[in-house]
Structure formats: C-alpha cells, structure tokens
C-alpha cells in the first residue's frame, strides 16, 4: 500500500520556523523524485520545492527561495521541508507528492507530473 504521510503542520507567528516531514512507504523511494505543493483556498496547488531522486538537484518557487530548504533522507524513507522566516503569505495546505524518478531525472514541475500525493497538512502563520 503506497502512502506518503506529511507531518509538521502547525499554527506559528511570522517569524518563526517549522519542519514538514513526508514519510513514504509502498515504494521505494530512493527512486522518487519528490516535490512540496501549497494549496491556499480557491486557488491552485503550486510547486513550493523539488527534489531529484538523488538529491543532487532542487528547486525552489521565488516566493520561498532563500526561507525554504529541501533534502531528503533515503534511510529513513522521508522528505522534509525547512521552512524559515515564515510569513502569512505561507499559510496553506502543504503536501507532498512523488514521482518516479525513470520519468524524471532532476525535477517534476507541475501537479500533474506527480503520481502520488499525501493527504496534506495545515501550515498557518499569523502576522
């Protein structure tokens, strides 16, 4: 059974920081290329950071470049997302999706690239 569990999601002041962690089973995810979204209400899920299968490539959106930080452990199975600085502009819905990494070898950019999603976890910031 393949599942990706996001974990990490909290109410926080802007300012601060948190740690997303994506935990994968039912596939070998050394092979993924993985990837955080964010869905605000009404409107669509973007592409916050990816992460090639190997770690060697990322990206980040312009909105988080230089707050947010990508990287994967293989061991453990598990993706996260450091996110510093964190404004409200960041509240959203934060998931995480994998793809594999046959398909693509550096970075998926779009939703419709990935085939495997977690359910999701809730990131608020007040300002």
């Known amino acids: 059974q393949v599942q990706l569990v996001e974990s990490g999601g909290t109410y926080v002041q802007a300012g601060d920081s948190l740690k997303l962690s994506c935990a994968v089973s039912?596939?070998?995810?050394?092979?993924?290329?993985m990837g955080w979204f964010r869905q605000e209400a009404g409107r669509e899920r973007e592409l916050v950071a990816g992460i090639s299968w190997n770690g060697e490539h990322t990206y980040y959106a312009g909105s988080v470049k230089g707050r947010f930080t990508i990287a994967r452990d293989n061991a453990k199975n598990t993706v996260f997302l450091q996110m510093n600085r964190l404004k409200a502009e960041d509240t959203a819905v934060y998931f995480c999706?994998?793809?594999?990494?046959?398909?693509?070898?550096?970075?998926?950019?779009?939703?419709?690239?990935?085939?495997?999603w977690g359910q999701g976890t809730q990131v608020t910031v007040s300002s």
């Open positions: 039912g596939l070998t995810f050394s092979t993924l290329a």
């Open positions: 999706a994998g793809v594999s990494g046959y398909r693509f070898t550096t970075i998926a950019f779009t939703k419709d690239d990935y085939d495997y």
